[in-house]
């Protein structure tokens, strides 16, 4: 009779325990998913960044080797307009 006892008393403090475990991890989990999400935001915006400045770079040698062979007015408003001036 003792053992059921003492089984049926430390069951309950087990079961509390492991609870307790359990919600410590999962706030942890949500904590690193968090900044899981933040660092893949920053990364993804420091992407588009460079996306932006190589096209904007393209551009920018694209316009000048039209000035280069002979620029019109033409040419010097089609820049401008690609380089977003």
């Known amino acids: 009779m003792t053992n ?3 089984l049926s ?3 309950p403090i087990v079961f509390i325990v492991l609870l307790a475990g359990l919600s ?9 998913m968090k900044e899981l999400e933040t660092i893949t935001k920053s990364l993804l915006i ?5 996306v932006k400045l190589k096209s904007d770079i393209n551009a920018t040698k694209y316009c000048l080797s039209l000035i280069e062979s002979g620029s ?5 408003e089609r820049c401008k307009l ?4």
């Open 82 to 85: 690609m380089l977003g001036e």
């Open 72 to 76: 019109t007015d033409f040419t010097v």
């Open 24 to 32: 410590v991890l999962w706030i942890k989990y949500q904590n690193t």
């Open 9 to 11: 008393k430390i069951i």
């Open 46 to 50: 420091k992407k588009s960044e460079n």
């Open 4 to 6: 059921k006892n003492t």
